[in-house]
């Protein structure tokens, strides 16, 4: 049975930084693409960032030169540093587990990831 599982969702004021992990269990996590996603109130889910297994990542473009994902797959963990967090950052950010590789084509809107965690609650304040 595959686990995922968030944490590090934070209340922070406009500027700070803030760093999510992503927990997963029950697969090859070192074959997977990985992806965080995030959805605010009244909005879509959309894509933030995809890794695939040989830590080539794709990104939003506006989050680009802000946030960076990276996994350590000896811990079977994935990551997302936010720096220079904006109110617009604001949501519940999801982690999510490919069954493949690479990041598939339309990665940003969550195709291609069967596995999904329950989300951590990022708010960032003005």
């Known amino acids: 049975q595959v686990q995922v599982m968030e944490s590090g969702g934070d209340l922070v004021e406009a500027g700070q930084s803030l760093r999510l992990s992503c927990v997963v269990s029950?697969?090859?996590?070192?074959?997977?693409?990985m992806a965080w996603f995030r959805q605010a109130p009244g909005k879509e889910r959309e894509g933030v960032a995809c890794?695939?297994?040989?830590?080539?990542?794709k990104y939003r473009d506006n989050v680009k030169g802000r946030f960076a994902i990276s996994r350590n797959n000896a811990k079977n963990t994935l990551y997302l540093q936010m720096n220079s967090t904006k109110p617009d950052d604001t949501a519940m950010y999801y982690c999510?587990?490919?069954?493949?590789?690479?990041?598939?084509?339309?990665?940003?809107?969550?195709?291609?990831?069967?596995?999904w965690g329950q989300g951590t609650q990022v708010t960032v304040s003005p």
């Open positions: 999510a587990v490919a069954d493949v590789s690479y990041c598939p084509e339309y990665w940003f809107q969550g195709d291609g990831f069967p596995y």
């Open positions: 890794i695939r297994w040989d830590v080539i990542k």
């Open positions: 029950g697969l090859r996590f070192e074959h997977s693409a």
